[in-house]
């Protein structure tokens, strides 16, 4: 009876410690709410396969649109700002009522998720820079590449950026008003700048030197504190590397 007594207690603190074990190797937050701030001229479709893989691995996701690009271009006008797509995200979030997100930005929308920390930092768990803009409090997308458009790229206050394909079918990139490129960023909320956050660098081994002394946004996230890491792709990493920015956007998260 004793040795039936003792071997039964042996299984059940072996199970106890067996689930205990995998608890302790299984991250907190296993499915988070993530953000999808995609870059100038492109839209939330640019960012579908990523929502599509994401999704299937039981995150929640959100890519919005902002406002005079993708399936809004029918909103687009010269008076649309920084402030309009900053108001795009902070709405979604409080609109959808959600609450500790993963806000990631691509490219220009650095300047977006910015704004968007600013604004409502209590809303936010973490934020991701994709080779994207960062820039400091009273700083425009301008002052940060350190230059303005030539006149001819300026339609209707509209930028007409290279990559722009007229004749390509929908889905596609667009022009964007030229004020979201000159209307600074607020970011001096302290709770915001406490926010944990990690710039990656979409950048090929042999450049990464180059680009560290070169970027002014890799430079403001080391000055920050902020967690730094790279992956060797073009800028486009959503339409190139899927499946490596995917596990980049999961493992990076850490709460």
């Keep these: 009876m004793k040795r039936v007594l003792l071997t039964a207690l042996f299984y059940f603190f072996a199970t106890v410690f067996s ?7 299984t991250p907190e937050n296993e499915h988070n709410t993530y953000i999808l701030v995609h870059g100038a001229t492109g839209g939330g479709w640019d960012w579908k396969g990523i929502d599509d893989r994401l999704t299937t691995n039981n995150h929640q996701v959100y890519r919005p649109t902002l406002t005079g690009l993708g399936e809004k271009v029918h909103l687009a006008n010269p008076e649309i700002n920084l402030t309009t797509h900053i108001n795009d995200v902070v709405n979604l979030i ?4 959600l609450n500790n997100v993963v806000l990631v930005g691509h490219s220009y929308g650095g300047m977006v998720i910015t704004g968007v920390m600013d604004r409502i930092p209590e809303r936010i768990a973490y934020v991701i820079f994709l080779d994207a803009v960062v820039p400091d409090d009273g700083m425009s997308a301008n002052d940060v590449f350190g230059s303005s458009f030539p006149d001819e790229m300026i339609i209707d206050g509209q ?21 979201t490129f000159t209307e600074p ?9 406490a926010l944990p956050a990690t710039y990656v660098a979409f950048v090929s081994p042999k450049d990464i030197e180059l680009r560290k002394s070169r970027d002014s946004s890799w430079k403001r996230a080391k000055e920050r504190g902020w967690k730094i890491v790279t992956l060797d792709s073009d800028h486009n ?6 499946e490596e920015l995917v596990s980049l956007l999961q493992t990076t998260v850490k709460f």
């Design 185 to 193: 960023v607020s970011f001096n909320n302290p709770k915001a700048l």
């Design 19 to 25: 689930f205990s074990g995998l608890a302790n190797t």
């Design 94 to 97: 409080l609109f959808e009522n």
């Design 159 to 179: 930028i007409h950026f290279p990559w722009l394909n007229a004749e390509q079918t929908y889905p596609k990139d667009v022009p964007q008003s030229l004020k």
């Design 237 to 242: 990493a959503q339409r190139t590397h899927p």
